[in-house]
């Protein structure tokens, strides 16, 4: 189990160990230097335990990577802001510790108060109007200039949360100057600069999120209570006491919080400083909405004890995936239906100077649902609890509702005894006498009605935009009125749709671009109907949510528009639908429903009609459309690629703006083709791929053949089967592979083949007879179109062929070899077998060959390594085994794993071993053919590369059905290996992220 060292030793850090202990992952927390609660039966866990007498501290963060990587620590947790700042991130995450937190550049989006005003500045982030300044006296002068006397006087650098000064007066703001630069009252480190910045009015709010530098997953809104004293008297403090979730925030102004701290996270790494870890927001929400007052690179304290209270999911595996950069599938949980508050009891004369040593008594009887998080404890000579800090600890209660909890705590606190203690009585009144307090409403249940009212009035003009003939009445009637005589059909029939978008709302979500997925929503429905003939004639849209942000919804719903006016349809109207609970926080799921019309004569599929001869018309996509996205998902979350990286075959865009190209909407196109009556069916290549969809409008006793050469597939396809080693027939099922849409029509039409030419389509195939037994649709040369581009002329992998006999299969291979622009070239033919006709076939080319008989040998393994010792001295890079008559040893197919290619005479899995043709006969299939697979230890179960078919006739003999299928190896054998060669290079190219 892991070991986490958590440094710190303050409340916050105690409340990191207590969460993390209970990760069935974690078996021992080392908090350093921690306080009494962390070395004790005070610490709430048995995994909690104090650091060993070698833990060398924080002098030197070489000796402290050294006891990290001798104690094997998994995880480093930095809890307060100094280590980061001077950047013990940067230190052990070079020595390969996982550490969590910013390294030291990222760090300074707190460590430098003047870093992090410029940096909002240059990336429009709102905050106060600011400026710094390096000299007492210009500060002054400044300050008396203001209209308003009254500002904020900041210490640049790192002060303990004390460095800030609120000046209601032009005295109080020269005194905080002096203070901080004259007298150098928070350090030396402080005073060199300070920043001078207009007081904002409003109230406050922390927001915290983990990120991995990507993406960001928020934690409740919180608010702190930094004053010393009740009513919010006295002066700034540390922090005394928080509660959270902050219902005074509605779900409007929550989520221009979030957009805000998500273009942060964007703009850190824009700016070369990625920031990972706890991202803290302190937020004044103004009438013009929340501004930034600053930022801190780590969590709050005490917001800390009252978030992690409430958090469901595993603070362990939350971390390691802010560390790892997988944060985006990691769950990050909260229970919102309660509320946690939080009270700190601090010494007497704090912020000031105060007493230490002083015993604590009461925490023993407090009820067992109170949590206490130490901060300034420490134990004395005599064994007893006392206190050695400004803020002691944090009493929690977590409850039903606010009110319930916050009375709790300070029943909890005044339990707790210490010479001079005190804690503020009002942590958390401002909510509980806000109006939301006085009764339960729909707000207080999650749901917002005010920001669904101002949704609705931002999409009207969108949807105004989009009218066509027919449309009546207007947005927010009970329902949606189509005139259908006003569209101009004669005798029309309704056709209807509905889809979604998938998961790839999860890559939009992650890339923080929700512009394009509701043009994919419109595409994926519109698109379906037009495969009836149908004219698209209004749309609905289903936006559902767990918390509705506003901005985010009308961008989503900005493109359906956008896809409507595509598509010639109008937006009429939809739902959007706010359940919380139902959806994970920040999470949406989208629906479509599309209606059109077809005159009865132009109905279609006209299935009947199609036959043997008819020719298949292809229309290009755009990329991938909105399938599939599950598996793309998991092929990156598996790679070295982010979602932010430039694309390795297209540098001028990044992998997630390419995954988020919308879904083509063909209408326009494909209606004018239509209207030449020569289509007779069209397909939707949506889920299930190719093979799937074209199959939905083909009568029984036919098949379409594609060939793969004969439309250009986008790059993404070829790149995504190679990053995740996927079957060719998982691409065809899984994915488009560049035709969105398939038309098809008789093989005299050529006005519909010319009007769809206009728009990119092309003939891609042809309607063949079907042999019973046989699938619908067979796609030959897959894998030259999938990995077809870039072309990498006069790049050639070099290939030896190992053989036993008249190597027919040699001759295709050295024949594919010869052709121009041949990625392969064979560089060696060696044969077990002297005077065999390979030899012969090899020479004649002038290939060097080399005969190495198998006989002489004590063990099967000093014969295959003769083989390999003849392969690497004329650098091979595939070996091909064509009729080689000899069982390889596993240490010769694990040498050449990957590049170690076998054709087999049936259609793997069927039928493996010998007798292949045999084994068909006597199953009484009606199709058989050849496998070209990798080879493995197991026989004949090696990664299938290429399959190709024949039909197993009635009075089929071995001999027969050997000469029929070894034809077929002819082929198949030289594309797999011409794909392979293709694909090593492309991997090459791709500096063996592909692997």
């Not at 007081?199 to 983990?210: D, T």
């Not at 010479?419 to 009002?426: K, L, S, T």
């Not at 038309?743 to 042999?771: F, N, P, W, Y």
Request: charged share 20%.
């Amino acid at each position: 189990m892991s070991h986490v060292l958590v440094i710190g030793s303050g409340g916050r850090e105690h409340t990191i160990a207590w969460k993390l202990s209970q990760s069935p992952k974690v078996g021992k927390v080392t908090v350093a230097p921690g306080n009494a609660a962390t070395q004790n039966q005070f610490s709430q866990s048995t995994k909690i335990i104090k650091p060993p007498c070698d833990y060398p501290g924080l002098t030197d963060y070489s000796d402290l990577s050294g006891w990290c990587l001798a104690n094997q620590i998994s995880l480093v947790v930095v809890g307060p802001e100094d280590p980061l700042a001077n950047g013990i991130v940067d230190r052990l995450t070079r020595d390969g510790i996982p550490c969590f937190g910013p390294n030291k550049k990222a760090a300074l989006i707190e460590a430098s108060k003047k870093f992090a005003k410029s940096f909002m500045t240059d990336f429009k982030i709102p905050t106060a109007d600011w400026s710094a300044f390096t000299d007492a006296q210009e500060a002054k002068e400044y300050i008396l200039r203001r209209p308003l006397r009254r500002c904020v006087v900041k210490a640049d650098g790192l002060a303990a949360g004390k460095g800030v000064v609120v000046a209601q007066s032009e005295e109080a703001a020269f005194q905080a100057v002096d203070d901080i630069m004259v007298e150098s009252k928070y350090g030396s480190s402080c005073g060199d600069t300070i920043i001078v910045e207009e007081m904002l009015e409003g109230y406050e709010v922390s927001c915290l999120c983990f990120t991995d530098g990507t993406s960001v997953k928020f934690m409740p809104l919180s608010q702190d209570h930094k004053k010393l004293l009740d009513g919010d008297k006295g002066p700034n403090t540390g922090g005394m006491g928080a509660y959270a979730p902050c219902s005074l925030v509605d779900s409007g102004t929550e989520a221009e919080i979030h957009y805000i701290m998500k273009k942060t996270v964007l703009a850190m790494r824009t700016a070369g400083h990625p920031f990972t870890g706890v991202l803290y927001g302190g937020f004044m929400v103004t009438a013009d909405g929340p501004m930034v007052l600053e930022f801190n690179c780590r969590f709050g304290d005490p917001e800390t004890q009252v978030v992690l209270s409430l958090l469901n999911s595993d603070l362990y595996d939350i971390m390691m995936s802010c560390c790892t950069g997988t944060l985006d599938a990691q769950e990050v949980s909260f229970n919102t239906s309660q509320s946690a508050v939080g009270v700190v009891l601090a010494s007497g004369g704090y912020p000031n100077k105060y007493n230490k040593g002083l015993p604590i008594t009461g925490i023993d009887l407090l009820p067992p649902g109170i949590k206490v998080f130490h901060a300034g404890t420490a134990f004395n000579k005599k064994g007893e609890l006392t206190t050695s800090g400004g803020r002691v600890l944090a009493v929690v209660s977590v409850g039903n509702s606010l009110q319930e909890a916050a009375a709790e705590a300070q029943r909890a606190a005044a339990a707790v005894q210490f010479e001079g203690a005190f804690f503020r009585r009002d942590i958390a009144h401002a909510a509980l006498t806000s109006g939301s307090s006085k009764g339960m409403t729909y707000l207080d249940a999650g749901v917002d009605i005010a920001a669904g009212d101002k949704l609705v009035s931002c999409i009207k003009p969108l949807c105004k935009s989009t009218q066509v003939p027919g449309c009546v009445g207007s947005l927010g009637l009970f329902g949606s009125v189509f005139d259908l005589k006003l569209a101009e059909f004669k005798d029309p029939l309704l056709v209807s749709g509905t889809d979604g978008v998938g998961t790839k709302l999860l890559v939009a979500l992650e890339c923080g671009n929700h512009s394009t997925v509701g043009e994919d929503l419109v595409a994926m429905c519109v698109n379906d109907i037009l495969c009836h003939g149908a004219r698209p004639l209004f749309f609905l849209d289903y936006f559902a949510t767990s918390k509705l942000d506003v901005s985010q919804a009308k961008e989503v719903i900005a493109g359906i528009a956008n896809g409507c006016k595509k598509a010639g349809c109008a937006l009429v109207g939809g739902e959007t639908a706010e359940m919380p609970g139902v959806y994970p926080s920040g999470k949406y799921d989208l629906a479509g429903f599309a209606v059109g019309a077809v005159d009865r004569q132009m109905y279609l599929p006209r299935v009947s009609d199609v036959q043997v001869g008819d020719i298949v018309i292809g229309l290009p996509s755009s990329g991938l459309h909105s399938n599939g996205f599950s598996l793309v998902r998991k092929i990156l979350s598996g790679s070295k690629f982010k979602y932010s990286d430039l694309c390795p075959f297209d540098e001028s865009k990044t992998i997630g703006e390419l995954l988020l190209t919308p879904t083509r909407i063909y209408v326009e196109a494909v209606l004018k083709t239509l209207a030449s009556g020569q289509v007779k069916a069209v397909s939707h290549i949506t889920g299930g791929g190719l093979v799937e969809n074209i199959p939905r409008v083909l009568p029984p006793g036919v098949k379409v053949q594609l060939d793969a050469t004969l439309w250009k597939i986008p790059e993404v396809f070829g790149w995504l089967q190679s990053l995740g080693k996927v079957p060719d027939i998982e691409m065809c099922r899984t994915f488009n592979c560049g035709l969105g849409l398939v038309l098809i029509t008789g093989s005299d039409q050529s006005e519909a083949a010319a009007l769809c030419a206009e728009t990119g389509g092309q003939v891609v195939g042809k309607v063949m007879h079907r042999v019973e037994g046989e699938g619908q649709v067979q796609i030959d040369n897959l894998r030259a179109g999938l990995h077809g581009h870039p072309t990498y002329d006069g790049i050639q992998k070099k290939v030896a062929v190992l053989i036993s006999g008249s190597g027919t299969n040699l001759q295709a291979l050295i024949d594919s070899c010869a052709q121009p622009g041949s990625n392969a070239r064979i560089v060696m033919v060696i044969s077990n077998k002297d005077g065999v006709k390979g030899l012969e076939r090899a020479a004649l080319a002038g290939i060097p060959t080399k005969v190495i008989s198998h006989k002489g040998h004590a063990t099967r393994e000093s014969f295959d390594d003769l083989i390999t010792e003849e392969l690497e001295m004329v650098g091979t890079e595939i070996v091909c085994l064509a009729g080689f008559m000899r069982i390889l040893s596993g240490r010769f197919v694990n040498r050449w794993a990957g590049r170690l290619l076998n054709v087999h005479p049936s259609l793997l899995p069927l039928f493996k071993g010998a007798n292949a043709h045999e084994q068909a006969l006597a199953a009484g299939v009606k199709v058989s053919g050849c496998t070209v697979h990798h080879v493995v230890e197991e026989i004949d179960s090696g990664e299938i590369l290429e399959q190709e078919t024949v039909p197993v006739l009635p009075n089929d003999t071995v001999e027969s059905l050997q000469e029929r299928v070894k034809t077929a190896e002819h082929r198949a054998f030289p594309r797999a290996l011409h794909n392979l060669a293709k694909q090593l290079i492309y991997r090459e190219k791709c500096g063996g992220h592909c692997d």
